[in-house]
């Protein structure tokens, strides 16, 4: 990459930052609405949930509330550019001597990776001050923050891939009221696996939320998780956490593909 | 600077369509250093086309079209470079300030940080906006607007500038104000491609104008040329007396007899106008028309003569290829 890529990439990462510091209710809303989903959850479904997991819901429930916030940032990391483009601002983007459209892609990624992480910050503090404690140690950190970092690249890229396809923002923002849901409750978020039918089990572990979900959940709780260390068992077969990493690795690896590939096509 | 005789901008038979329809018909045309063309044409005449395939937003089917040197088609990086733009509505980001905005141009335009500071306090005070230079674009006025999308455009300092309707909007002193900035970019050396529905802006401004009509270049030369070639007189005169068509005939018929040259109208239009030569004679073209039609049994209920303007040039030309068309 050129100092051409990364200097117009800094500047359009900027441009979202000023955004975001000048409109900061869109990163309040995006704070609040998991801690509100992580407090509904815990005084609904706490006591059903005594029989299948070990330990507070709470536990449980910490490690889907980052990851529910960090894939519902991503998803929607492309409504801004589709704003760009209804408004003609994409043009200046597109009629500038950009070294690569690619940083497009990358400066908005950056943008959502830090003020999701951020967001998160602030839910691994609330859930401490409730006395969930981090047991995953260093390493584990590690781990928990490659597989945040992982599934918000992965859902930006198709974000923006989406943005790129569509031509109104009410058109994107239908499809991921669509999907967000399902997503999220076909993953093991908010309920283990064991709670899901049996056929479901397998399938669920192909969403990147759950290979996001899986590893997170091991190393926030279980002080002697290990990356080969069995999860659940499905038809599919018994992942670990470096499984769970290397299939979430693909996802964001073809979802770049696509969205580059899209962005190609459509900006031609 | 002035103007120099190496073209920055050539369009040679550019060509687009869409589906059916034929949005360029091979258009050519050359822009020299220091030069302005209007680009003048009815909706739907191609020159949002036009424009959108010389800033690379839409690639042409054939032709060519280069911007100092660079094909757009071929190599539209260099292009970019070479070319500023401004579209039909000031494309800026409302939350940002106004030296913000042209910091995040400079960064997509490659500029050190130190040229970028200075290029961009040299344009906000060019263009009157150090002022308001670090207050919110939303609180800006559409002039100010305009303007600063103007400086965007020139910050990386191209040798072409392309704008489509740059004063659209705007009110008469912050057209004037944009103008005499077009202008003074011109005495630069800068190549101005404008593609504008204000005959005055045209006639201010451009040393030529392209008439669009259909996709095809209708007709073309400086506003001057483009008056002479109608004639040296417009004639209009209306009757009353029939259904619109047989007006129209009547009209034409007298026209004719008296040697003038019947120009294309609205369908709508009562009034039908002809274009004349200065009379032999030296009467007035409205007295002999008046005659004849006396002499013919005809009433007029209007009667008229001036002097051609650019309007009536574009008319005349657009509604020909129009007619030509069908």
Sequence with gaps: MSREFWQETRIQAWRWFLHTRRRPIVVISGLFQPLIWMALFVLVLKDSMREVIVGPYLDFVTPGALLFTAFNASLNAGVPLLFDRELGFLDRLRVAPLADRFSIVLASAIHIAVITLMQCVVIIGAAAALGVRF??????AGVGLVALLLVILGFTAVSLGLAFQFRRHFEMLAVVMIVTLPMVFLSSAFAPLERLPEWLRGLVLLNPVTLAIEPLRAVYSDEEWSFTMPLDETWLGTPTPAACLVGLAIFVAVAGFWSRGVLRRKLA | MGMSAAPLLCVRDARKRYGTVDALCGVSFEIAGGEVMALLGPNGAGKSTLIRSLTTLQKLDSGSAEVAGADVGANPSAARRAFGYAGQESALDKLLTGSEMLRFQAGLAHLPRVEASSRGKELLQRFGLAEAADRAVETYSGGMKRRLDLACALLHRPRVLILDEPSSGLDYEARRGLWALLA?????????????????????????????????VAGSGSAQELRDALGAWVVTAAVRSAPRAEDRALLHELFSALGGTPLPESPDSAECAMAAPERADGRVWTDALREEAARRGVVLTALGQRRPTLQDAYLAATRGAAEEVR
């Design chain 1, 135 to 140: 047991q995953g140690g260093l390493l584990g």
């Design chain 2, 184 to 216: 003074g970019l011109a005495r630069d050396g800068v190549a101005i491609l404008l593609a504008t529905h204000d005959f005055e802006e045209a006639e201010s401004l451009a040393h030529r104008c392209v008439l669009l009509a259909r996709g095809r």
